[in-house]
């Protein structure tokens, strides 16, 4: 539990994929200013939901901002699933790895490609952030809010803080597990990271604006009664009217999740929402609102309060080249 009676309160923002320029200009919209080390502010402190690194134009040099500001006691950090690719795709093995596997480490190194190409020739200064970044936590807990990249899930936020009181990826155990399907540290991971989804009926598959075809999509995780597929989708691609139509199974209802109304404040990023920040629940709100595809980078002003009010939104419109 993180309490800090002496801080004003807390400005968490939302995934920053490497736009440093539209960070700058968040953090001064806020108020706070550069200082010899770090960005800083005298009342206040920043809170990142993860996802700092890939797909923008400036990856290291955000990351070296963030973790200036961490490092110095200006912010803290949850990983974000960007960043726990990035240790499990560089982290030295000496077994055989499987097909599976490798396959997946294929992917990873696509979707890390801008990041690895941005560190290329800092080869030490890498090894040195994928250290720093296992001892990150994967979610955050204050008096009044909590902060995960993509899920909070009770039982999946225990296993988590039973392991090295949440900073799971210096456990090498578990990290060696994390990548293999149906273990308990892989369902830890990609729940909180990745958050709920569903399968899509038998056989049928859909192909998203990123050019990937999926056989599942993503589910809120705090639907009250919902009825079909359309209720509880959640992502920036919407389901045909035919499959948002199709009704819930109660196999498929039991699977949901559901963030109660009485819970504390709850911060995500992750999702790709468009437009502009509103809350999307009473208690929670995502911070992701496509910086690196010329959306808006967004922060959430938390003060003492127990309830969301949209008026705390701050965002600048992020222009990435």
């Known amino acids: 539990m993180v309490d800090e009676p002496w801080i004003e309160g807390y400005d968490v923002i939302g995934d920053v994929h490497g736009c440093a320029d539209s960070l700058e200009r968040l953090l001064t919209r806020l108020g706070y200013h550069p200082a010899a080390d770090c960005w800083r502010h005298p009342r206040r402190k920043a809170v990142f939901v993860g996802d700092i690194i890939d797909r923008g134009p400036q990856i290291r040099r955000a990351m070296r901002l963030v973790r200036a500001m961490v490092d110095r006691g200006q912010a803290y950090l949850v990983l974000g699933n960007h960043e726990y690719n990035a240790v499990i795709y560089s982290l030295p093995t000496q077994a055989a790895v499987p097909e599976p596997l490798r396959r997946y480490y294929r992917r990873l190194r696509y979707q890390l490609h801008a990041t690895l190409e941005d560190y290329r020739l800092h080869l030490e200064e890498w090894r040195d952030l994928i250290h720093w970044l296992r001892e990150r936590p994967i979610f955050l807990e204050f008096p009044h809010f909590r902060v995960v990249h993509a899920c909070w899930d009770p039982r999946r936020i225990a296993q988590a803080a039973a392991c090295h ?23 830890v991971v990609e729940r909180l990271l990745k958050g709920t989804d569903l399968a899509l009926p038998a056989g049928k598959t859909l192909v998203g604006s990123d050019g990937v075809r999926r056989s599942r999509f ?94 705390q939104f701050v965002w600048v419109q992020s222009n990435p080249p």
Request: with cysteine; charged share 25%.
């Open 218 to 311: 993503r589910t809120k995780f705090w639907s009250g009664s919902p009825q079909t597929y359309g209720d509880v989708v959640f992502q920036p691609d919407a389901l045909p009217a035919e499959l948002a139509s199709q009704p819930l199974s109660a196999a498929e209802r039991q699977r949901l999740l559901q963030y109660d109304r009485d819970q504390k404040v709850l911060f995500v990023g992750h999702y790709w929402c468009q437009g502009l920040p509103r809350i999307i629940h009473e208690n929670i709100a995502c911070l992701d609102y496509s910086a690196v595809k010329h959306g808006l980078l967004v922060a959430y002003r938390m003060g003492p309060e127990q309830r969301l009010n949209n008026e």
């Open 165 to 187: 009181e949440g900073r799971v990826l210096q456990d090498d155990e578990f990290l060696a597990q994390s990548v293999i399907p149906a273990t308990e540290p892989n369902r």
